[in-house]
C-alpha cells in the first residue's frame, strides 16, 4: 500500500513562532497536498504541487507557506504560527489532481497556544 | 456555502442493518465522485469512487450516482461496529483556473451501535 509519513505526530507552538510540518512519500507519486481539518469544515486545502520545486495555493493558502525540495518531500510552513491555525493536519499524494485515489498520511495534531 | 454538501450529519444504524448517506455537488463542473471513509483519530482512507452514472457495488458498500442531478449516496448494507467512522464524500471537476481539485464536505459520522 502507498506510503505517507508525516513529522512531527503532534506539536504545541507558541503565537508567533515558526511551525514547519514535513511529508514524505514513497509512491513515487507526482502530486502532493497539504490540507486541515477542523470540525464543521471537513477537510480543505491549503497548498499542493505537482512537481519539486514548485507549489500552487489550494483553497485555504494565508498563513501557510509550502516547499517541494523533492519528490518525495514536501513541507508546510506557518511563518507567525496564530490561534486560528490550531487544528490536524493532513499530507497526501496522489498520481493525479482530481481524477485519482489520494492517500493520506497519519496527520499532524497542531496546537497553537 | 459548501460546493459538496453531505446529509445526515450523522447517523445511528442498529448492527445488521442498512445505513444510507447522502452527496450532492452545487458545482456542474463536478464530474468525479468519491467516498472516504475515516476512523476516529485515523487518517482518511478511499472507499469507492465513481464517474458514471449507476451503480456501482464492492462487498456490503454500493454507491449510487446521477450525474444530472450530480449527486450520488453510498449504501453500506449488514452494517458492522467497524464500520463506525465518519464518511467524506469528495468531488472533483474542472475548476477552470483553479484546476481539478478535489472539494471534500464536511462528512456524515456513522455510528453501529451493537
Known amino acids: 500500500e502507498a506510503a505517507v509519513t508525516q513529522s512531527p505526530r503532534s506539536k504545541v507552538a507558541v503565537t508567533g513562532g515558526k511551525v514547519t510540518l514535513s511529508c514524505h512519500q514513497t509512491?513515487?507519486?507526482?502530486?502532493m497536498y497539504w490540507y486541515r481539518q477542523d470540525t464543521g469544515h471537513g477537510l480543505r486545502l491549503i497548498h499542493y504541487s505537482y512537481v519539486a520545486d514548485s507549489t500552487e495555493k489550494g483553497d485555504i493558502p494565508d498563513g501557510y507557506k509550502a516547499s517541494r525540495p523533492s519528490q518525495e518531500n514536501f513541507s508546510l510552513i506557518l511563518e507567525l504560527a496564530s490561534l486560528s491555525q490550531t487544528a490536524v493536519y493532513f499530507c497526501a499524494s496522489s498520481d493525479a489532481l482530481g481524477q485519482d485515489t489520494q492517500y493520506f498520511g497519519p496527520g499532524t495534531r497542531l496546537l497553537v497556544l | 456555502q459548501q460546493k459538496v454538501q453531505q446529509s445526515p450529519e450523522s447517523l445511528i444504524v442498529p448492527e445488521g442493518g442498512m445505513a444510507s448517506l447522502n452527496c450532492t455537488s452545487s458545482d456542474r463542473n463536478v464530474d468525479y465522485f468519491w467516498w472516504y471513509r475515516q476512523h476516529s483519530g485515523k487518517s482518511p482512507k478511499m472507499l469507492m469512487s465513481i464517474f458514471s452514472n449507476g451503480e456501482k457495488e464492492e462487498g456490503r458498500f454500493t454507491v449510487h450516482l446521477n450525474k444530472a442531478s450530480l449527486h450520488t449516496s453510498l449504501h453500506i448494507r449488514d452494517s458492522q461496529p467497524s464500520d463506525s467512522a465518519l464518511y467524506l464524500c469528495?468531488?472533483?471537476?474542472?475548476?477552470?483556473?483553479?484546476?481539478?481539485?478535489?472539494?471534500f464536505g464536511i462528512g456524515t459520522l456513522l455510528s453501529v451501535k451493537p
Open positions: 509512491n513515487n507519486h507526482d502530486y
Open positions: 469528495a468531488a472533483s471537476g474542472n475548476y477552470g483556473s483553479s484546476g481539478n481539485k478535489l472539494i
